[in-house]
Each structure stands twice: as C-alpha cells, then as structure tokens.
C-alpha cells in the first residue's frame, strides 16, 4: 500500500512539472489578437453588480474607462492587481471605495491611488448613480490587455450560472488570473499563484482557455446600449453585419442592434472556490 501511494504521489508530481512546462514553454497559449480588444465607444455591463463601463481611448497599449455605478450598486468583493495601478476620480454623485480595508466616500472631483497590491472595491451607497471619469492622461490609464479580460470574464461567468461553482470557477480562473494580474483579496497572491499553476494545464485540457471567440467584442457597433433599472434606455449607432447576437448571457438582440451586458470588474467572487 505504502509503495502504491508513494507511486502515486510520484506520478502526480511528474504530472504537475511536466504539464506546466508543456503548458508555458512548449505550447504556450498564443495571445489574444486585435479583434479581441473592446473599440473605443464600446460599453459592457454588469446588471448583477450594477456597473456599466464605457471605452473613452486607447493609445500606446493602454486604454481608458468610464465607470457608472447605479443606486445601490454593490461593486466587486475586494481584488488585486500586482502590476499596475487604478485611480479613481468621481465626476458624479458619492464613489464608497473600500481600499486597503478602509471605506472612503470620494464626491465629485475627489480622487484616491490604488496602488499595486492593494486590495479595493468600488460600490455605491446613495440612492443617485455615481460616474467616475477621469482625463485622457497616463495617470488615469490602464494596460489595455485588462479590457479583453473585463469581456471575457463576464462572458464566461454569465454564460450559465454553473460557472460559478467549484471545481469550473476554480479552473477557468487558473487559466485568467496569472494572464490578466487580477487576483481575489484572499488568499494571498502567491497561494493562489501555485494553485493555478497546478491547476491550469488540467484546465486547459479539459477546454479552458484563458479567452474564447464566443465573447469577442462586436465590430460595427457604435454605442452598444446604456442600461438604467434593468431596462434600455437608449441604443446607439451601427450594426453588426453579421446579425449575430453575442455568446455571453446577458447580450440582447434589439432591432438588428446589440445590447451588451458583460460585466465589468464586478464578480470576483466567481472567481474564488464558491461551492
């Protein structure tokens, strides 16, 4: 018996070494390409957390955001992101910020750093919606490869409600967190390093990828649709002239125009080992 656990072990070991290296060294996932990255004017959102976010500009490999949070909106649990920085500017209503386990309320043309590492979440306490928008500069910038995640992620975790329970949270997160540097406030950042690294190359096996087709951006759409209390209130310009409705849940199909509803820095919990 002891012999026969001792093999075992050995051989999950082997597993773990060997498919790790496979998975990042010698068949690498390739990056995502340019049709993958959400157009300026584009707007995804969250109708659980109560988000809905706007593409202002991107230049240089960053990108820019503007983020409306509804009455009452409940925001993300707290995460992480170890490489780079978010600040936030209100430029309407009462931003609540939780960050570094402490609640600010941020009014308009009030700012706060969230420095890498920092575990934060915005949410909204009034019973009036807050806009948080800052200028076009590099202060307020952030690393574009984070809006393909911001699509991604809702997609996946809005395609069906078993997403979010264990063991598929656990593996789909394996394959985005060590891509997109988004990470749960707890447990700590690199416990969650090694788990995904003995986790991912299963993951991958199995069908998980760290982006899917399904979930790309729509091209040809203009504003896509802004939401107020779960109901449209206004649908932009352009067409998608394929007349497909996109694959994450949520996505509706107006009249030959798209309404988008991938949330956006919002459910982290999915992301953790909910059971």
Sequence with gaps: MKRILEKAILLLVLYLVVGAMLDQFVFPEAAPDESYYPPVGYVFVSETEGFEQRILG??????????????????????????????FIVAEGTLSLMADGEVRQLGPSES???????????FNETDEPVVVRGPLTKEYAIPELFSVFL?????????????????????????????????????????????YHATGPTARLLGYRSYYPRFKPR?????????AAGAVEEVGEGTDPSGETPGGAGSVNLAG?????????????????KS
Aim: charged share 20%; net charge neutral; proline share 11%.
């Design 58 to 87: 991107r230049d240089n490999g960053m990108f820019w955001l503007e983020l409306t949070l509804r009455p009452h909106a409940t925001g993300p649990p707290e995460h992480i992101h170890t490489s780079f920085s978010e600040r």
């Design 219 to 227: 091209r040809g759409v203009g504003r896509i649709a802004r939401f």
């Design 151 to 195: 699509i991604q992620v809702y997609g996946f975790f809005d395609e069906d409600p078993a997403n979010e329970q264990a063991p598929k949270a656990l593996l789909q997160m394996s394959r985005f967190s060590p891509v997109y540097d988004s990470w749960l406030a707890d447990p700590p950042v690199p416990v969650q390093r090694v788990l």
């Design 112 to 122: 706060f750093l969230v420095t890498p590492g920092m575990p934060h979440k915005p």
């Design 257 to 273: 125009l798209s309404t988008q509803a991938h949330a956006c820095g919002s459910e982290f919990v999915r992301w953790g080992l």
